[in-house]
C-alpha cells in the first residue's frame, strides 16, 4: 500500500528504467488526478491492485497504427 507521496516516488523511478515509449501514456503533470482516480475506495493509499491498475493502464506498449486497406 503506497500513500501519494510514495506513490509518485515509485511512478518516477518506473519512468526511469521503462522503454520511453511504453510511459507515453503518463504524464507526470496528470499524477494527482490520476492518483484520485485509480484510489478506488478514496482511502488516500494506492493498494496492490489500484498500482497495477494504474500501471497497466498508463505504462504500455504504444499501439500500432493500422494501415487502412483501399
Same mark, same amino acid.
Given at each position: 500500500m503506497l500513500d501519494k507521496t510514495e506513490a509518485r516516488n515509485f511512478i518516477e523511478e518506473?519512468? &526511469?528504467?521503462?522503454?520511453?515509449?511504453?510511459?507515453g501514456n503518463y504524464k507526470p503533470e496528470n499524477f494527482d488526478k490520476l492518483f484520485t482516480q485509480y484510489d478506488d475506495d478514496k482511502n488516500g493509499y494506492l493498494e496492490k &491492485?489500484?498500482?497495477c491498475v494504474f500501471i497497466k493502464k498508463n505504462f504500455r506498449k504504444p499501439e500500432t497504427v493500422q494501415a487502412a486497406w483501399i
Open positions: 518506473l519512468q &526511469k528504467i521503462v522503454n520511453p515509449e511504453m510511459s &491492485k489500484e498500482m
